[in-house]
Structures are given as structure tokens and as C-alpha cells.
């Protein structure tokens, strides 16, 4: 049961264009959303949050958009370059308890490989 | 800088032997946790733990087991009892209050020969 979901495996953009990657989640407990980028052989780096109480949040070249209604979350690129070459995953976030403590467990996408081409 | 630390980058050993994968942390952060990456899925999480001498399993433990001595550390033994090791381990920490990303180190490459 894949409460995260990313259905695009790969996208494929020129450079300057915007670039949009889509995920889409079932649990509506979820109420904080992340987007990490990853380079092969690299750990993944935090690129934009967004709480659920939001519907947008915008860092720079990166905006991420969330629509609760229909458990879409989305990330817009704009320009895009060839450095933003990479996987993105998305991840979302649900408090859960165990053992007396409880904490925000992060459930991730299986990634879109982003190509940008000069 | 500060920053989360794993070693060694690849790791080779031989079918039935443990092995213990490093993550050490500078960031100064309660919690840590490990994933495993496997082609084409995403981050499964293996072990987490808030605070030290505490830790719980996540969602795939078996055949895993993990030690928090210190805030800075928090080494996973792969034991023989793993069916299928063979993957991309990240360690990752974050602030335990509130929504936090968690930040990554670079990973640890198993193979079993």
C-alpha cells in the first residue's frame, strides 16, 4: 500500500522552461510535505516544505503547491537549468507513536528523474 | 560546517558475515534515523530513535539492528539474517520537535559477494 506516490518515473525539460513534478498521497493524516532532490551516489538534499495549512510556498526558483482536497502536492521549477538535473522525491509527514514517544514519520515517493537539456 | 557523516561509501562482504555501517552527526540534533534505497523505489525506513539509548523499529528492521550511545552516533549492523542486503543505505537526523526535514548523509553502498 503505496501512501506516496509519484507516477511519472521520468521528465524531460529545456532548459528555461518550467519544469513540474507531480506526487500524489492517500493518508489524509499527513500534514507536512517536503520535496529532497538526489544526485546518484549522494545522499538526498531538503530543497522546499510545505504545511498542510498552506497552499503554496515559494523559495527562490522552487515553488511547491498543495491541493488537500485532492492529495496533490506538486513542484514547480521556473527557469529550469541543466543543474536541476537529478531525482526528486517527495515526502510527506503523519505523527506516529511508538514505544512512548512520537515523532513525524516521513513516507517517501519512488522519485522522478528530472533531465533538463541545454 | 555541520553536517551528518557515513562511512565508508562502499562496502563489500562476503554472504553470512554482519556488517556495521557509521553515521556520525555534528548538527547537534535529537533524532536519527536509517533508510534503505533500492532501484526505483524510494526511502524505506529501517530504524529510527529520538533521543539516546532509545530506538524503534521502522518498517523493515528484519535483520537489522541498531545501537544509540551517543547523540552523535547511530551505527546499523546488518546481520545475516537479511535476505536481501544488497542496497543504498542513508543514515539522516533532524530536530526532534515539530515538523523538521531530516538531512541525509551521502550513503553507504552494500554489496553482498
Known amino acids: 500500500d503505496q501512501q506516496v506516490k509519484q507516477n511519472s518515473p521520468s521528465l524531460s525539460v529545456q532548459e528555461g522552461r518550467i519544469s513540474i513534478l507531480n506526487c500524489d498521497y492517500t493518508n489524509s493524516m499527513f500534514d507536512y510535505f517536503l520535496w529532497y532532490k538526489k544526485y546518484p551516489a549522494e545522499g538526498p538534499t531538503f530543497l522546499i516544505s510545505i504545511s498542510s495549512i498552506k497552499d503554496k510556498n515559494e523559495d527562490g526558483r522552487f515553488t511547491v503547491f498543495l491541493n488537500k482536497s485532492a492529495k496533490h502536492l506538486s513542484l514547480h521549477i521556473v527557469p529550469s537549468q541543466p543543474g536541476d538535473s537529478a531525482v526528486y522525491f517527495c515526502a510527506a509527514s503523519a505523527v506516529v507513536s511508538a514505544g512512548g514517544t512520537s515523532y513525524g514519520k516521513l513516507t517517501f515517493g519512488q522519485g522522478t528523474i528530472l533531465t533538463v537539456h541545454p | 560546517d555541520g553536517g551528518i557523516t557515513q562511512s565508508p561509501k562502499y562496502l563489500f562482504r562476503k554472504e553470512g558475515q554482519n556488517v556495521t555501517l557509521s553515521c556520525e552527526q555534528n548538527?547537534?540534533?535529537?533524532?536519527m534515523y536509517w533508510y534503505r534505497q533500492d532501484p526505483g523505489q524510494g526511502l524505506r525506513l529501517i530504524y529510527y530513535s529520538q533521543i539516546v539509548n532509545d530506538f524503534q523499529k521502522g518498517d523493515i528492521a528484519e535483520g537489522y539492528s541498531v545501537s544509540r550511545e551517543k547523540k552523535e552516533s547511530f551505527p546499523l549492523t546488518v546481520t545475516s539474517a537479511q535476505k536481501n542486503p544488497t542496497a543504498f543505505y542513508l543514515c539522516?537526523?533532524?530536530?526532534?520537535?515539530?515538523?523538521?526535514?531530516?538531512?541525509f548523509g551521502d550513503g553507504t553502498r552494500l554489496s553482498i559477494l
Open positions: 548538527l547537534n540534533h535529537d533524532a
Open positions: 539522516a537526523s533532524s530536530l526532534r520537535q515539530g515538523p523538521q526535514p531530516q538531512h
